[in-house]
């Protein structure tokens, strides 16, 4: 009897596994369905066309505005340095003192000739009245020559000696080696007590001028021609926000002085095909130094247009400029734009878009062509940060 039941539970038993899993399949079916994923948010700006500066980013280096190697005039010993090194100073401010002893004594010495000299003219004027007063009554025309050439001689002595006290104050004086004109000085080559000779070629020092500064930018001759109308327009000479030379430093920081062109090179380089434009720039703060490295923004004209920002677009690999948008049906949309141009932190194109267009600015990394999005209304700025705006909460359900 036993063996007769056995069977029949087995078959039971297995029917019920079957129908578990069965039920287990359909609830996470269910689940999945009842589930599924929302749409990605994403940040997007509304797309609008107006004027915008077209501006071209060109690598410089600052170069002081005035540099001076300052460089002994007269011999002698280094007796005093009153700079203090790396110091600002006044023009006319004393960098060195030589040892001026010998100078001194120079000068006291030219006095006494000239003393000597000027002694000499009374006399040599009273005998020349007095053979005036006898060359028709006794003296001879020989006698009366000879006076007015003594005479002479003693003016001419006279003429000589404060020649040679001239020089010798000027000597007196270039003991003291004076600052040509405002500036920084470097250390300092020479001590106290070091032997320096006139004209030199070792420098003491260096004297540099830093404000206002110069920036010598580099340009490819290709861009050559816009550049030269923009400069000859006055457009670069302008010190408005929307115009000229906008500096960026080193560490990516705006500087906040606005530059105006100063020079601009009337050849081309044979060996780098570059055109050199040199910028000036007000800098109170020392801020920027020479020799430092910096990317200068020239606005170079204007085009109406639609930006993009930068954050926003990227380069396939055919080398174009492509977007993000959301359509209509807050689908992902690639555009491309084959011509683009600059405009500061962004570019400006004109084609491939209108106005209205929702462009995705800031959540594209993680969606895909075609994906389904929730866009997020935002603002960015000029350094590219973007600002999202607080999507709508949606409508509770009414109380039942």
């Known amino acids: 009897m036993k063996r007769r039941l056995t069977p029949l539970v087995t078959t039971l038993l297995m029917a019920g596994v079957i129908a578990g899993c069965s039920d287990s399949s359909e609830n996470k079916q269910a689940g999945a369905q009842g589930g599924q994923r929302p749409p990605s948010p994403v940040s997007v700006i509304t797309m609008k066309t107006s004027e915008h500066p077209l501006t071209t980013v060109l690598p410089g280096r600052a170069s002081a505005f005035q540099t001076a190697d300052i460089r002994p005039r007269v011999t002698g010993i280094i007796r005093e340095i009153p700079f203090k090194e790396g110091s600002e100073v006044k023009q006319g401010d004393v960098l060195y003192q030589v040892d001026d002893d010998t100078y001194m004594a120079e000068v006291a010495q030219a006095q006494a000739s000239l003393a000597k000299a000027e002694a000499s003219i009374p006399g040599a004027q009273a005998n020349l009245s007095r053979y005036e007063r006898l060359v028709n009554s006794g003296a001879t025309q020989i006698e009366y020559e000879n006076a007015k050439t003594t005479l002479a001689q003693a003016q001419a002595d006279v003429a000589q000696a404060k020649a040679t006290l001239e020089t010798a104050t000027i000597n007196l004086d270039l003991t003291k080696i004076r600052a040509p004109f405002d500036g920084i000085t470097s250390s300092t080559n020479f001590s106290i007590g070091n032997v320096v000779t006139a004209n030199q070629t070792s420098a003491l020092t260096t004297l540099r001028r830093i404000d206002p500064i110069y920036i010598d930018l580099m340009e490819s001759s290709t861009n050559l021609q816009r550049l030269r109308s923009a400069i000859a327009s ?167």
């Open 234 to 400: 006055g457009q670069l000479g302008k010190r408005d926000a929307t115009a000229g030379i906008h500096l960026t430093l080193e560490d990516g920081t705006e500087y906040a002085q606005n530059g105006v062109v100063d020079m601009a090179d009337m050849a081309v380089s044979e060996t780098t095909g570059t055109y050199s434009i040199r910028a000036l720039f007000q800098n109170p703060n020392d801020v920027i130094l020479p020799g430092m490295y910096v990317r200068a923004t020239l606005t170079i004209g204007s085009e109406k247009g639609f930006l993009l920002p930068q954050r926003a677009a990227s380069r396939n690999a055919s080398g174009e400029l492509t977007a993000k948008f959301v359509t209509a049906e807050n689908k992902v949309e690639t555009r491309i734009f084959p011509t683009s141009k600059e405009s500061r932190n962004s570019w400006l194109v004109t084609e491939n878009v209108k106005d209205g267009d929702k462009l995705i600015v800031d959540g594209f990394q993680w969606i895909t062509e075609g994906a389904t999005v929730a866009p997020v209304e935002a603002t960015i700025d000029e350094r590219g940060l973007v600002t999202a705006q607080k999507p709508a909460e949606p409508a509770q359900p009414a109380a039942k």
